[in-house]
């Protein structure tokens, strides 16, 4: 039997495989500008036409526009990256190598958020243009931005591996995307929702990362940011857990 090969340091295996997902960016760059910029901002643009002249509406047009933009970008792509991935066997090769299964999933979560920030900064700034929404960004917006995208990223994660192609993986990632973004007062005011949305949004992650977004950008912040963190961490854990427990991983 060959001797296994001793494992490098943790950060150089991090590092290593952030590098490698990095490269999705050759072919991720053309679905950054379709539903990470311009799909957001077409809704930004047609939502604003019905929120002009009130404030709280356009507030929670913008940032459910920034909700979905970063889940097109994080959720849907890295649930096509793992089917991808599945499919083509590289996740195979990946277990041949000695690297924790572990760090594959946390690369990929981390070069696919680092890919969605020129998305999330021209939805910003198209939406306060057109909306004329003021802004006034708390520093826990550097914490909870990306504290938002780890639910999405894990739920995502989730469904590219327990998809059996990548193209039953994007159905399903948009099909999720869906039901995420309108089952809760994410774009629209929780007053003009029916009362079973309201009840379903307490299941939603997206309701609390939409309300998180609204207070370090918009503001105020209050009380319920803390809710809404510890909500979007519980919901982070459970699903990056769930995605490393299901990800095949043979060792060699």
């Not at 503001?219 to 857990?241: C, M, N, Q, Y």
């Amino acid at each position: 039997m060959p001797p296994r090969l001793k494992r490098p340091a943790l950060s150089v295996q991090l590092v290593d495989l952030f590098l490698i997902q990095l490269s999705n960016f050759r072919w991720s760059w053309r679905g950054m500008v379709v539903t990470g910029i311009l799909t957001p901002v077409l809704i930004i643009g047609s939502l604003g036409a019905f929120a002009r002249g009130d404030k709280l509406s356009a507030a929670y047009v913008l940032c459910g526009s920034i909700v979905l933009s970063l889940m097109f970008q994080n959720q849907n792509n890295v649930a096509n990256n793992f089917a991808y991935m599945k499919q083509m066997g590289t996740l195979d090769y990946f277990a041949t190598l000695p690297i924790r299964r572990s760090f594959v999933i946390v690369a990929t979560v981390l070069s696919f958020f680092l890919l969605s920030i020129p998305a999330l900064v021209v939805t910003t700034a198209v939406g306060v243009i057109l909306l004329g929404v003021s802004v006034h960004p708390s520093p826990l917006a550097m914490l909870l931005v990306p504290l938002c995208v780890l639910p999405l990223a894990g739920i995502g994660a989730l469904i590219g591996i327990l998809a059996r192609s990548t193209e039953e993986a994007g159905s399903a990632s948009l099909l999720v995307t869906m039901l995420l973004l309108f089952c809760g007062p994410v774009m629209l005011p929780p007053d003009r929702l029916p009362d079973w949305v309201i009840g379903l949004s307490y299941l939603s992650p997206t309701s609390y990362a939409s309300s998180a977004i609204r207070q370090v950008l918009v503001g105020p912040v209050t009380d319920k940011l803390w809710i809404d963190a510890g909500v979007l961490l519980l919901v982070s854990f459970l699903s990056l857990w769930l995605a490393g427990h299901r990800l095949p991983w043979r060792e060699r």
